[in-house]
Each structure stands twice: as structure tokens, then as C-alpha cells.
């Protein structure tokens, strides 16, 4: 039997595994109006990001918690999921499996239906998406472009020959360090406005990469930031939240496929700020100042305000930044034909992959200048 999104009303789930699918599914229950109560996301593989709002439990660790059931959403490894939830004492009747047609959700229990139900849904998905292909083809070539696209173009090679400093919110940061850099044309991300409040300094632009932290972070963003300040957000952040008023937004791409262009889409990396760069890249910026990207969560405090994030596992985050490592070589070598200069003036920290300088030598203040 087949079953709409009503008959997740007033049930307490879990959504496994922890993929866009499940986000995807997440948001569209929010936007749904049912009555559920969502606990956490489940996934044997997945560590957890730094930024994330939920904890990604371990199949394991969910015998203990009061749930009605669990989602799995995997068109391809539902059955070896659902085989791997049933050898740990979860109830077959609590494993349900959300299959995402169109811009729908349709749920059942069995996996002969599930599986006839995808056969239908990859027969036809195909076909409109090369409908939907070719009608973005003929947009793209010509005059139309939507609103916030045209936008997005004015900022294409906007700040040629010019130089930018990206933010991380790493523990050498100081309130100090951001206010030399009011006259800088800046970059910053996730819970940076957490320690504004004792100062007049604002970015020039500003990020969230991560769809659980933007929906963490969506009420703060909305309200705090003002014209000083434009947000540039990855479309896949529309998979928990609603659009941020005034903000652009961009399509993201496998790193692979993409060469640094938000009209064309753009690998967002595995942490924000590698997001950040690829934003400037796009503006056109030589130089680029990287501030507050210790890479150091071994440290007592992995951010520069104190309970900006209540992440007490250090070895999973250890582990999510050697893929933090991995990217910025790779984006080191992808920019040597492009005449790009990105330097680290962070204090300290541990990440070497590009050329050291002194943050203080290079950011005067206003009565040096003059």
C-alpha cells in the first residue's frame, strides 16, 4: 500500500540514510504542514559536519531512542538498509521507504512496491529532465535570463586585479583583526555575526554552504544582516529553508565540472570557505587573504566565540578536515594557469598548502594609510 505524507502525522521518525534525498525529504515535510516530530538522521558511513545542527547517529545507537519510524531514502541501497536495520532489532513494521516523485513524496512498506514504484519513477524521470535540459539550454543562450541570474552577471569579474580577504572563524580571529578590515572588500560565513555585536565591522559578503547548518542558522541570517552585507547562497540550502530576502543564489557542481562560474554552477567544497574563494574567483579578484582558517580542531577552542558550536567530538571533526586539506590542494592546483594568488595570513593554525604572510603588515589601519 501506498501512503502520502498524512500518514506521517504525529509520529516521531528518523531519516536514514543522511544524503540529499533525506533533506530533500525533510524540507518537503516542513513545507507539507504534517504534525511530525523529527529526531535525527541515521547513516552507518557519514560523520558529522562541524556546521551540522543534528547529530548523524549510528544504526546501532537508535535502540534506545522512543521513534514510530525510521524513512530510508536510497533508490539504490534501500534493501541492504532496511536488511541491516531488521538484524539490529528494528521492526519491520517501523521501516518505511520514501520514494521522491517529481517534487513529491509518496511512502509505502514493501520493497517489491517500493522497487516497482522506482522502475516507473527512473523510466520516466529521464525523460523530463531532458525536457527540463534542453528548455535551460535555450535560456541560457539567449537574452532571458531570470532575475536573480542577471544579478549574479554583474558580479562576474567585478573586482579585476584587486584583492579580497576571506574570514574563517577560527580561534586566532580577533574582533580587532575584523575591524582593520572595514575598508577591505571581505568574505565571511555560517556563525560569523554570533560576534559582531561589539562592533560596526560587516562583510561585504556573506555564505552557508551547509543545508542542517542554514537551517540552524535561517532565523539569525534573515534578521541580522543589512545592505551592507550581500548573501550568495548554493541553491541545495533551498532543501531546508525558505529563500533569504535580497539573497542571490547559485547551482552547485561536482568539482570536476566546473570552472568557477555561479551561472554555470560551482563545486562548493567540502568546507565554506572554500566556498568563499570560489566566490571571489568568480569576481574576479588576484589576490586573495585568507584570516582565521586555523584548521585545528584539537585545540581548546575551535572557534573565535566562545560556545559558537557545541561539537565535542574532536576526532570526527579531525577527520572532516583532511577532506578540508584534500580540496584546498586540489584548489591549489586548479589555479595556477589562472593567475590567482591565494595567501594564508592566518595566525598559526595548520594550514600550509599556500604561501605564508603577516595579516598585520598587510591590513593597515586608517590612520597609517592616511
Same mark, same amino acid.
Given at each position: 500500500?501506498?501512503?502520502?505524507?498524512?500518514?506521517?502525522?504525529?509520529? #516521531?521518525?528518523?531519516?536514514?540514510?543522511?544524503?540529499?534525498?533525506?533533506?530533500?525529504?525533510?524540507?518537503?515535510?516542513?513545507?507539507?504542514?504534517?504534525?511530525?516530530?523529527?529526531?535525527d538522521? %541515521?547513516?552507518s558511513?557519514?560523520?558529522l !559536519?562541524?556546521?551540522?545542527?543534528?547529530?548523524?547517529?549510528?544504526?546501532?545507537?537508535?535502540?534506545?531512542?522512543?521513534?514510530d519510524?525510521?524513512?530510508?531514502?536510497?533508490?539504490? /541501497?534501500?534493501?541492504?538498509?532496511?536488511?541491516?536495520?531488521?538484524?539490529?532489532?528494528? &521492526?519491520?513494521?517501523?521501516?518505511?521507504?520514501?520514494?521522491h516523485i517529481?517534487?513529491?513524496?509518496?511512502?509505502?512498506?514493501?520493497?517489491?512496491?517500493?522497487?516497482? %514504484?522506482?522502475?516507473?519513477?527512473?523510466?520516466?524521470?529521464?525523460?523530463?529532465k531532458?525536457?527540463?535540459?534542453?528548455?535551460?539550454?535555450?535560456?541560457?543562450?539567449?537574452?532571458?535570463?531570470?532575475?536573480?541570474?542577471?544579478?549574479?552577471?554583474?558580479?562576474?569579474?567585478?573586482?579585476?586585479?584587486?584583492?579580497?580577504?576571506?574570514?574563517?572563524?577560527?580561534?586566532?580571529?580577533?574582533? #580587532?583583526?575584523?575591524?582593520?578590515?572595514?575598508? &577591505?572588500?571581505?568574505?565571511?560565513?555560517?556563525?560569523i555575526?554570533?560576534?559582531?555585536d561589539?562592533?560596526?565591522?560587516?562583510?561585504?559578503?556573506y555564505?552557508?554552504?551547509?543545508?542542517?547548518?542554514? &537551517?540552524?542558522?535561517? !532565523?539569525s =541570517?534573515?534578521?541580522?544582516?543589512?545592505?551592507?552585507?550581500?548573501?550568495?547562497?548554493?541553491?541545495?540550502?533551498?532543501?531546508?529553508?525558505?529563500? =533569504?530576502?535580497?539573497?542571490?543564489?547559485? !547551482?552547485?557542481?561536482? *568539482?570536476?565540472?566546473?570552472?568557477?562560474?555561479?551561472? *554555470?554552477?560551482?563545486?562548493?567544497?567540502?568546507?565554506?570557505s572554500?566556498?568563499?574563494?570560489?566566490?571571489?574567483?568568480?569576481?574576479?579578484?588576484?589576490?586573495i /587573504?585568507?584570516i582565521?582558517?586555523?584548521?585545528?580542531?584539537?585545540?581548546?577552542q575551535?572557534?573565535?566565540?566562545? +560556545?559558537?558550536?557545541?561539537?565535542? +567530538?574532536?576526532?570526527?571533526?579531525?577527520? *572532516? %578536515?583532511?577532506?578540508?586539506?584534500?580540496?584546498?590542494?586540489k584548489?591549489?592546483?586548479?589555479?595556477?594557469?589562472?593567475?590567482? +594568488?591565494?595567501?594564508?595570513?592566518?595566525r598559526?593554525?595548520?594550514l600550509?598548502i599556500?604561501?605564508r =604572510?603577516?595579516?598585520?603588515?598587510? =591590513?593597515?589601519? %586608517?590612520?597609517?594609510?592616511?
Amino acid at each position: 500500500m501506498l501512503y502520502s505524507s498524512s500518514f506521517i502525522d504525529k509520529k #516521531k521518525i528518523l531519516l536514514c540514510p543522511y544524503n540529499n534525498l533525506s533533506l530533500k525529504l525533510k524540507s518537503f515535510l516542513n513545507k507539507s504542514g504534517v504534525d511530525y516530530q523529527f529526531l535525527d538522521f %541515521v547513516d552507518s558511513e557519514k560523520v558529522l !559536519d562541524c556546521n551540522m545542527k543534528y547529530k548523524v547517529l549510528r544504526p546501532q545507537n537508535i535502540l534506545d531512542i522512543d521513534f514510530d519510524c525510521i524513512i530510508v531514502s536510497s533508490p539504490n /541501497y534501500f534493501s541492504s538498509i532496511s536488511n541491516d536495520l531488521e538484524k539490529i532489532g528494528v &521492526e519491520k513494521h517501523k521501516i518505511l521507504f520514501a520514494s521522491h516523485i517529481s517534487c513529491y513524496f509518496i511512502f509505502c512498506r514493501s520493497k517489491q512496491i517500493y522497487s516497482l %514504484v522506482q522502475y516507473f519513477n527512473d523510466f520516466f524521470s529521464p525523460k523530463v529532465k531532458l525536457i527540463s535540459y534542453f528548455f535551460r539550454l535555450l535560456i541560457k543562450n539567449t537574452w532571458i535570463l531570470n532575475v536573480n541570474d542577471k544579478k549574479l552577471k554583474k558580479y562576474r569579474n567585478k573586482y579585476q586585479e584587486q584583492r579580497c580577504f576571506i574570514i574563517g572563524n577560527g580561534p586566532s580571529l580577533t574582533i #580587532k583583526d575584523l575591524e582593520k578590515l572595514s575598508g &577591505e572588500v571581505t568574505f565571511a560565513a555560517n556563525g560569523i555575526f554570533f560576534g559582531l555585536d561589539s562592533t560596526q565591522f560587516r562583510p561585504t559578503y556573506y555564505s552557508v554552504c551547509d543545508p542542517i547548518g542554514m &537551517e540552524d542558522l535561517y !532565523d539569525s =541570517v534573515s534578521n541580522f544582516f543589512d545592505n551592507r552585507t550581500i548573501m550568495l547562497f548554493p541553491k541545495n540550502v533551498l532543501l531546508t529553508t525558505y529563500k =533569504v530576502k535580497n539573497a542571490l543564489y547559485y !547551482d552547485c557542481k561536482p *568539482e570536476n565540472k566546473t570552472n568557477f562560474d555561479l551561472l *554555470e554552477g560551482i563545486y562548493t567544497g567540502n568546507t565554506v570557505s572554500y566556498n568563499l574563494i570560489s566566490l571571489a574567483i568568480y569576481m574576479g579578484f588576484k589576490d586573495i /587573504y585568507l584570516i582565521g582558517l586555523d584548521f585545528n580542531f584539537t585545540a581548546k577552542q575551535s572557534h573565535f566565540i566562545k +560556545n559558537y558550536l557545541n561539537f565535542n +567530538n574532536k576526532d570526527a571533526a579531525t577527520k *572532516e %578536515v583532511l577532506t578540508w586539506f584534500d580540496d584546498f590542494k586540489k584548489l591549489n592546483m586548479r589555479i595556477q594557469d589562472k593567475k590567482i +594568488n591565494i595567501y594564508n595570513a592566518t595566525r598559526g593554525g595548520k594550514l600550509d598548502i599556500f604561501p605564508r =604572510v603577516d595579516f598585520d603588515q598587510i =591590513v593597515k589601519t %586608517v590612520d597609517e594609510q592616511s
